[in-house]
Structure formats: structure tokens, C-alpha cells
């Protein structure tokens, strides 16, 4: 799977969009890019995944470049409650080994009143 | 029910005891995993059962034993840990349907190896 770039921490005001980026210069024509977030104490939380189109659910939205070779997350009204560390994942997406899920350090972000 | 659920939610154990993690989901998924997670480090994978086999084991010593008795229930059975077990143990469930298999996971089980 291809290796990810987040920064390590970002800091938003209540209210305000949260634009979180990740770097995947390395990214291969079947990986997808998945985003996951991490409320601290609890387990990860599935947010949003795409491959080449912008995805938009009731959580998030993501923003691929037309290269693929990065991607943003945008949480559009952060909340406190949407402080966590977000993790950006690239892997393929047809079964068997591809069922895995290799983390990296992920954006510790913190939305601040 | 969209939901992964993991007993107990603290554990704690001696190097010598015999104890166990349950997970059960209703979901209908036939993948689930185990992952182990360090304090402030991201989770790493040690199990992967497709449809109630073991297909990924992460080079996970032998002290962690992984069952999968039905397609709800996924156990882990640990014996003669050490401290450096002590760790966050998440649990997840996963569709094996291509390009719509995200991970969902439980709250994990907070293990203390004394």
C-alpha cells in the first residue's frame, strides 16, 4: 500500500471548516483513499473513502487532485466533538489481503471554542 | 444494529493467567480482525478472519490466540502476556464486498499485564 504524509497536528475554531490534508505521491492507479478518525479513548471511526471523484457524505467531504497524488478532508462546521486524530489510508480495494488497514501517525486535530 | 461490541472493557491480568476478548458484531460481515493499539501510537493489525478462517496473521507470537466460532463472534485468548502486552485491543467487522469494505470497530478492551 501506498505510504501517506499528514501533518502532525492542526488547530480550527469552532465552526469553522476543517480542511486536513495528505500527501500520497506514491499512489497507484487501484488504491483508493480512505479517512478515518480517532476520538480519543474509542475506537476508529470509518469518515469517507474515494478513488479519483470528490466524495461528499453527511459527515465529510473529500476533495482528490486530479493527479491523485493528494487529497484533502474537509469537515465543513467542526465541532468540539470532532477533535480526534484523523488518519488518511491509501490501499487497493479487491478483497483478500487488500482487507488490510495500515495506519500511520495521522493529524491530531484540535477544535478549539 | 450498526454495532461492534467488545468485553470486557478493562482487563486486568497476571504474566501467569489465563484470560479472554470477545467481540461480536450483527452485521451480517464476514471479515473481522484484531488490532493492537500502543499508547499514542495508531493501531496495527494482528488478525484477519474472512469468512470464520483465519487469513492474516501479522507475525503475532503464539501467546494471542485468535478464534472465530461463528460468523458474529470473534475471540482472542491470551496466555503468559508480559508487560508489554498492555495495549488497547480493538476489534473490527468489515463487508467483503469489493470497494465497500470499510472497517467498522468497537470500542477495544483496555488490557493491563501485570
Known amino acids: 500500500d501506498a505510504k501517506t504524509t499528514q501533518p502532525p497536528s492542526m488547530d480550527c475554531a469552532e465552526g469553522r471548516a476543517a480542511n486536513l490534508p495528505c500527501n500520497h505521491s506514491?499512489?497507484?492507479?487501484?488504491?483508493?483513499v480512505y479517512w478515518y478518525r480517532q476520538i480519543h479513548s474509542q475506537g476508529p471511526q470509518y469518515i469517507i473513502h474515494g478513488l479519483k471523484n470528490n466524495e461528499t457524505n453527511e459527515m465529510a467531504s473529500l476533495i482528490i487532485t486530479e493527479d491523485r497524488k493528494s487529497s484533502t478532508l474537509i469537515l465543513p462546521h467542526a465541532t468540539l466533538r470532532d477533535t480526534a486524530v484523523y488518519y488518511c489510508i491509501v490501499r487497493v480495494n479487491s478483497g483478500g489481503s487488500n482487507y488490510k488497514l495500515t495506519f500511520g501517525k495521522g493529524t491530531l486535530l484540535t477544535v478549539n471554542p | 444494529d450498526t454495532e461492534v461490541t467488545q468485553t470486557p472493557k478493562h482487563l486486568v491480568m497476571g504474566m501467569t493467567n489465563k484470560k479472554s476478548l470477545k467481540c461480536e458484531q450483527h452485521?451480517?460481515?464476514?471479515?473481522m480482525y484484531w488490532y493492537k493499539q500502543k499508547a499514542k501510537k495508531p493501531p496495527e493489525l494482528m488478525f484477519v478472519y474472512s469468512y470464520e478462517k483465519l487469513s492474516i496473521n501479522e507475525s503475532v507470537p503464539s501467546r494471542f490466540s485468535p478464534e472465530c466460532p461463528n460468523s458474529s463472534l470473534l475471540n482472542l485468548h491470551l496466555h503468559a502476556l508480559q508487560p508489554e502486552d498492555s495495549a488497547l485491543y480493538l476489534c473490527?467487522?468489515?463487508?467483503?464486498?469489493?470497494?465497500?469494505?470499510?472497517?467498522?470497530f468497537g470500542p477495544g478492551t483496555r488490557l493491563t499485564v501485570l
Open positions: 506514491t499512489i497507484s492507479g487501484n488504491e483508493y
Open positions: 473490527a467487522s468489515s463487508p467483503i464486498v469489493p470497494r465497500f469494505n470499510e472497517q467498522f
Open positions: 452485521m451480517g460481515h464476514r471479515a
